[in-house]
């Protein structure tokens, strides 16, 4: 299974761009899917999960500027990151718990990491 991230990039400050992450391998099912962020030196922090059925929730920091969705049809999570912030600048990670065939349980996987910098 490989977890396959995009659309990271350069962005001015109150500018937008769409993260996705596609799923691939012999998944028979995937739980939670979520976007970790990560600066240097500091742990890799939640930014927002989605749950199997649709239930979502956020940091605070980004709550009303960020969406996460997911398109389980294509095993693919996004985040649309809205009115950037410098303070938003980031590797941007993406999560999922996965079922792989000949598996009875979930096992966590993480995307290689998108770099986001949000600069004038």
């Known amino acids: 299974v490989q977890l396959q991230a995009s659309g990271g990039g350069l962005v001015q400050p109150g500018g937008s761009l769409r993260l996705s992450c596609a799923a691939s391998?012999?998944?028979?099912?995937?739980?939670?899917m979520a976007w970790y962020r990560q600066t240097p030196g500091n742990l890799r922090d939640l930014v927002a999960f989605?749950?199997?059925?649709?239930?979502?929730a956020y940091i605070d920091s980004v709550k009303g500027r960020f969406t996460i969705s997911r398109d389980n049809a294509k095993n693919t999570v996004y985040l649309q990151m809205n009115t950037l912030k410098p303070g938003d600048t980031a590797v941007y990670y993406c999560?999922?718990?996965?079922?792989?065939?000949?598996?009875?349980?979930?096992?966590?996987?993480w995307g290689q990491g998108t770099l986001v910098t949000v600069s004038s």
């Open positions: 999560y999922a718990a996965i079922r792989t065939s000949g598996s009875v349980m979930y096992s966590p996987y």
């Open positions: 391998g012999t998944i028979v099912g995937i739980e939670d």
């Open positions: 989605i749950e199997s059925g649709g239930v979502t």
